[in-house]
């Protein structure tokens, strides 16, 4: 499924995550919910000045904002390109929200540079 076809999430599911969001993300939650809930995503790292890699995503699904995922990305099919890295549903969802906003200004389906970060454990 796209992104574009992505259907809101029903609100006794967004309820739940509300008090993790302000502003702006709140409006956004019903997608990113909706969007968590498939369990993966493909799109494309864009490297400035460089070539962009494609990859997949894909990580474990609950219910509950609290609970771990399990996420992993591989990038251009290559299996030495993986990368996997747990953290707390509501975390996980703020990134993917932001991937929403970045879609929907770019067009492009590509994490934030925080999130890289994050997953490359560079902050560390």
């Known amino acids: 499924m796209t992104l574009e076809k992505l259907q809101p999430a029903q609100s006794k599911d967004v309820h739940v995550y509300m008090p993790y969001y302000q502003g702006n993300k709140r409006n956004a939650l019903p997608l990113a919910i909706s969007l968590y809930r498939q369990g993966s995503l493909e799109g494309t790292r864009i490297i400035e ?11 474990s699904v609950s219910s509950l904002p609290a609970d771990l995922t399990r996420f ?11 990368y996997e890295i747990t953290m707390a549903n ?5 990134y ?5 906003f970045s879609f929907k200004r770019s067009r492009l389906v590509d994490f934030s540079q ?6 490359l454990r560079l902050d560390d």
Do not use: C, H, T
């Open 49 to 59: 000045g460089g070539e962009s890699i494609p990859f997949v995503a894909s990580w």
């Open 72 to 82: 992993r990305m591989q990038f251009d099919g290559n299996a030495e390109l993986s």
């Open 90 to 94: 509501f975390e996980f969802v703020s």
């Open 96 to 100: 993917l929200i932001e991937l929403l």
């Open 114 to 119: 925080a999130f890289y970060r994050k997953l």
